[in-house]
């Protein structure tokens, strides 16, 4: 029996990613290593204070991750989260823009603005959800493409290709959301503690109340679900809402991140790089399953892989693209080789135990 338990314990998808982490730290640490001892380079780059600090341009769509990783529980698809994202900030300075001019304190214009781009966020997420939930018959990916080039094209609308740019000390405190804070010794970026605080709130959510287990067990059979009594139109509201929210706070630290500069085409395949965190944390496309825990893994792995291959191997930005992209196609065939491995064996056994009772 525990035999049994520890084989199932090393089976577990989020130890395969603590194990490529462990890899590619390995791999990279080596390379650093190398170009050290030839005289490459000066001094080491590859240490625990360097990525951290690296890090932080590329948790710019972790919050949207976690939007996205509740659809893919239900087994939904949006791509229309970054559209959404983008219309949420495009609001937002236009908002304080007009606030300003119209003679109220900046600090009053900030505030006012940051919750109209929260609530557009969530009012676009309902969108989405109130589509999803009343047209069955069409697939939450045709009716969220549509959306999203609602989206993007709303944002176009309100500033068309001009590009919102602003240099008070009011709005550049959003720039401070981009800045480094001491932690444990070493330079920390705002943006990972406070996504570790908001993950650690949706594992509670997911995993340890009943409203969580019912997203995974929509994904898993959604009549099923239904004719137990819960309300599965109603949870795939609030999920969409929640996507929305989440893909608005992604779009306020985009804002801090980029000099305070607003434009109608920004974050645009955010919602590829979310999709693809999402997976390779171990969610499905076919719902019903995922970690948390594994998304954190998926964000940190695709983090510390551009770091590594940009700054020790040099490969361009499309290279590193097209890595995480294999990655993502092998954590995707991978389970589904090893289940059907798996079949292929017990079938394989049971024969023999039908013959040999023969």
Same mark, same amino acid.
């Given at each position: ?11 577990? &998808? ?50 949207? !991750? ?17 559209? +959404? ?9 236009? !908002? $304080?823009?007009?606030?300003? =001019? ?53 944002? $176009? ?7 919102? =740019? ?35 709130? *949706?594992?509670? &959510? ?10 995974? +067990? ?18 795939? *509201? &609030? ?38 965190? +999402? ?5 499905? !496309? ?6 948390? *825990? ?7 792995? *695709? ?9 020790? $191997?040099?490969? +361009? ?42």
């Amino acid at each position: 029996m525990k035999k049994k338990r520890l084989v199932s314990f090393f089976m577990r &998808w989020e130890v395969f990613l603590i194990l490529l982490l462990a890899v590619m730290c390995l791999v990279f640490n080596a390379q650093d290593a190398y170009r050290l001892s030839a005289g490459l380079a000066k001094k080491d780059v590859f240490n625990v204070a360097n990525v951290v600090r690296s890090l932080r341009p590329y948790m710019l769509y972790s919050f949207m !991750t976690l939007g996205m990783m509740l659809i893919l529980g239900m087994g939904d698809m949006d791509i229309s989260v970054g559209a +959404a994202a983008t219309l949420s900030v495009v609001v937002l300075g236009v !908002t $304080y823009n007009g606030l300003t =001019t119209g003679g109220m304190a900046n600090m009053a214009a900030l505030i006012i603005s940051l919750a109209a781009c929260l609530m557009v966020g969530a009012i676009c997420g309902a969108i989405n959800g109130s589509l999803v939930t009343r047209f069955k018959e069409l697939f939450p990916m045709i009716i969220t493409l549509a959306t999203q080039l609602f989206f993007r094209g709303f944002s $176009y609308l309100l500033i068309g290709g001009q590009t919102l =740019t602003f240099n008070d000390d009011t709005f550049a405190l959003l720039k401070e959301l981009n800045s480094l804070i001491d932690m444990f010794g070493i330079r920390v970026p705002v943006i990972l503690p406070i996504f570790l605080v908001v993950a650690a709130v *949706f594992f509670f &959510w997911l995993h340890l109340t009943s409203s969580g287990r019912k997203i995974f +067990a929509i994904g898993t059979n959604a009549v099923a679900t239904r004719y137990s009594g819960v309300r599965v139109d109603a949870i795939k *509201f &609030w999920c969409f809402v929640v996507a929305g929210l989440m893909s608005a706070v992604t779009g306020v630290f985009f804002v801090g991140a980029t000099s305070s500069s607003i434009k109608a085409d920004i974050m645009d395949g955010y919602h590829m790089y979310a999709i693809a965190a +999402a997976i390779l944390g171990g969610f499905s !496309t076919d719902g019903g399953k995922g970690s948390v *825990f594994g998304v954190v893994l998926s964000l940190l792995i *695709f983090g510390i892989m551009k770091i590594g291959l940009g700054t020790l $191997y040099g490969f +361009a930005d499309s290279a590193v693209n097209l890595s995480v992209g294999v990655i993502l196609i092998l954590s995707v065939l991978g389970p589904n080789m090893a289940g059907k491995i798996q079949d292929a064996l017990r079938v394989r056994k049971r024969r023999a135990e039908a013959s040999k009772a023969a």
